[in-house]
């Protein structure tokens, strides 16, 4: 069973940062694919960076583009996803995603795992 939890939300005022993480258990594919989803209240969810474990390519958003980073630590199984210079707009509950494919890209429908979620919150 392919478990992912998520870690690191929390309230920050604009402009901060915060690093999320993601513990990855039971995921044995061959080609992993990671992302991070983002679902701001009142709108649909929206992938906002992923990674290909096996050669590290990663893919962006452009609305995080220079301001977000993900990275991973296979031998730890984590995801780590940084926020720097937050926005107001940034705030919303985000997800940890997994899919096994090569094709590593930022559309939420592809995904079949999931998390719970952890909430970020930028607000003075």
């Known amino acids: 069973e392919v478990q992912l939890v998520e870690s690191g939300g929390g309230l920050v005022e604009p402009g901060g940062s915060l690093t999320l993480s993601c513990a990855v258990h039971?995921?044995?594919?061959?080609?992993?694919?990671m992302g991070w989803v983002r679902q701001a209240p009142g709108k649909e969810r929206e992938g906002v960076a992923s990674i290909y474990i096996g050669d590290d390519r990663t893919n962006y958003a452009d609305s995080v583009k220079g301001r977000f980073t993900i990275s991973q630590d296979n031998a730890k199984n984590t995801v780590y996803l940084q926020l720097n210079s937050l926005s107001p707009e940034d705030t919303g509950m985000y997800y940890c995603a997994a899919r096994e494919s090569f094709v590593c890209g930022l559309t939420t429908a592809d995904y079949k795992y999931w998390g719970q979620g952890t909430q970020v919150t930028v607000s003075s």
């Open positions: 039971g995921f044995t594919a061959i080609r992993k694919c």
